[in-house]
């Protein structure tokens, strides 16, 4: 069992996924976050269908750590409603895992 975490989260421009994916490796919250896309996201918002370009962000933290980004969030993501989904890595490279965890220490 691993006390890493996968957050997801999309956004419109490439531009704001480079300065939340800085930003949050900067203040120890996420140890790496990869952007991916552009992709194409097609959802229900208020009533209508949207076919927009976004940009996923698969942000690296821990257990400890994945709740602190709501807030983060809300001061940093461009969204009204930010996607926020978190998965718990079911195996993988426990020295990966160990340096994520030491990425997000305060040092």
């Known amino acids: 069992m691993t006390n ?59 257990a400890e750590h994945a709740p602190h980004l709501e807030a983060a969030f809300k001061e940093l993501h461009p969204y009204e409603l930010p996607e926020r989904v978190e998965i718990s890595p079911g195996g993988g490279s426990q020295r990966y895992f160990d340096w994520l965890g030491s990425e997000v220490e305060e040092q």
């Open 4 to 62: 890493a975490r996968i957050v997801f989260t999309t956004v419109g421009l490439a531009e704001a996924a480079k300065k939340l994916a800085g930003k949050l490796v900067e203040r120890r919250l996420a140890a790496c976050v990869n952007i991916i896309g552009p992709i194409r996201s097609v959802y229900r918002w208020q009533g209508s269908i949207h076919n927009e370009q976004e940009y996923l962000l698969m942000i690296k933290t821990t």
